[in-house]
């Protein structure tokens, strides 16, 4: 009889061990795909960042007097390099994406700016870098998510708390006037 219940015990116990390697090995795999993602996001802003300079000085050249509108995409674009952490840098990517819908509508002014093939060049690849970003933040929010959920959701929690897993941010769009996409028609 003893037996049985010395077997039984070491059952529960193996079962238990199980479950926890387990359910922390789904959380390993959780947070490195929510890295990923956010590194293949990261991948296409930084493409284009990569552009922005191109774009500015290609849209100098028509609107000289136009320089503060250069000035706030530049300065939007170097803080969101600099930024320290994934906070930082989806709050500084929501602010370049504000600077950068400004600029083009203030490009609407330069016709000849609008029939430049450079430019035109530059436009085109914006907007297939533009629709990337949008894929992979979509990617992103939602490895995110399952992450998160993982985290929150009982039993997993528990060993959520245990191993100090935590949540990942997900890429929000503050400002209501910023959630469309960035119009690049010249």
Do not use: C, W
Not at 21 to 42: G, H, K, P, Q, W
Not at 95 to 106: D, E, P, R
Not at 149 to 163: C, D, K, L, V, W
């Amino acid at each position: 009889m003893g037996y049985i219940i010395t077997a039984i015990v070491i059952a529960l116990v193996i079962a238990l061990v199980a479950m926890v390697v387990s359910m922390y090995n789904r959380f390993i795999r959780l947070r490195n795909n929510a890295r990923e993602a956010f590194s293949t996001m990261d991948t296409y802003l930084t493409k284009r960042f990569d552009l922005i300079p191109n774009l500015v000085e290609t849209a100098k050249g028509y609107a000289k007097h136009e320089t503060e509108a250069f000035e706030k995409v530049i300065q939007a674009r170097n803080m969101v390099q600099a930024s320290g952490n994934m906070e930082q840098k989806l709050a500084g990517e929501n602010m370049l994406s504000g600077t950068l819908k400004s600029l083009f509508a203030v490009m609407e002014n330069y016709p000849e700016l609008k029939a430049d093939a450079h430019f035109l060049q530059l436009q085109r690849q914006l907007e297939t870098v533009e629709s990337e970003i949008l894929n992979s933040r979509k990617y992103y929010n939602g490895t995110v998510k399952m992450l998160n959920n993982a985290i929150e959701m009982f039993p997993s929690n528990i060993i959520a708390g245990i191993f100090h897993f935590e949540k990942m941010p997900l890429y929000e769009v503050s400002d209501e006037a910023k959630r469309e996409n960035v119009q690049v028609k010249f």
